[in-house]
Antibody
Framework: QLQLQESGSGLVKPSQTLSLTCAVS??????????WSWIRQPPGKGLEWIGY???????FSNPSLKSRVTISVDRSKNQFSLNLTSVTAADTAVYYC????????????????WGQGTLVTVSS | QSVLTQPPSASGTPGQRVTISCSGS????????VNWYQQLPGTAPKLLIY???QRPSGVPDRFSGSKSGTSASLAISGLQSEDEADYYC????????????FGGGTQLTVL
């Protein structure tokens, strides 16, 4: 059974870079033709898609965050990562990683499964 | 303000049938499939319905989804106390070079 586990800094200062890693277990990150996404949820609010990395290594991001988002994959470690630059308090959220099924035209079909999430707080 | 519009809350009594709506536009629901996610309190979202009306393995057939035009619905029949959760619809939006969008979520209370 595939499992995902987020890890990284839980407290980030304003203007700094948020860095998270998602470790994949129970299967290879390179098999099945899947893509891998980051999604976040501010406290008490709804879900926001951040971006995904395609099987080829190409990345796609939410237009509202695009200039600040970098997603990368380390296939040797079976994990992928998120960097979000120039953070503000508005970036405080629970961050989830998820396996993503994507069409040949790069449209996301669904997210499944999800990691348990990790809370990142932006504060000085 | 979410791109997909859901009622913020819904409620029902055990055994009842409840529906949750999700309204979008031609660039998202109107041209792409809809998924529904269930988020139990304090947990990560879980895929509940994919491709408008398909249930992943393990999801009870009490849950069903439908889509018509630019709107979608999630129906829960035979409501149970363990169904109390937040429910989110999601779809791909073809505008702005494409991006995934979610509804604002509907908090379901079992009375």
């Amino acid at each position: 059974q595939l499992q995902l586990q987020e890890s990284g800094s839980g407290l980030v200062k304003p203007s700094q870079t948020l860095s998270l890693t998602c470790a994949v277990s129970g299967g290879s990150i390179s098999s099945g033709g899947y893509s891998w996404s980051w999604i976040r949820q501010p406290p008490g609010k709804g879900l926001e898609w951040i971006g995904y990395i395609y099987q080829s290594g190409s990345t796609f991001s939410n237009p509202s965050l695009k200039s600040r988002v970098t997603i990368s994959v380390d296939r040797s470690k079976n994990q992928f990562s998120l960097n979000l630059t120039s953070v503000t308090a508005a970036d405080t959220a629970v961050y989830y990683c998820a396996r993503t099924t994507v069409t040949p035209k790069f449209q996301i079909i669904w997210f499944d499964p999800w990691g348990q999430g990790t809370l990142v707080t932006v504060s000085s | 303000q979410s791109v997909l519009t859901q009622p913020p809350s819904a409620s029902g009594t055990p055994g009842q049938r409840v529906t949750i709506s999700c309204s979008g536009s031609s660039s998202n629901i109107g041209s792409n499939t809809v998924n529904w996610y269930q988020q139990l309190p304090g947990t990560a979202p879980k895929l509940l319905i994919y491709s408008n009306n398909q249930r992943p393995s393990g999801v009870p057939d009490r849950f069903s989804g439908s889509k018509s035009g630019t709107s979608a619905s999630l129906a829960i029949s035979g409501l149970q106390s363990e169904d109390e959760a937040d429910y989110y619809c999601a779809a791909w939006d073809d505008s702005l070079n494409g991006h995934a969008v979610f509804g604002g979520g509907t908090q379901l209370t079992v009375l």
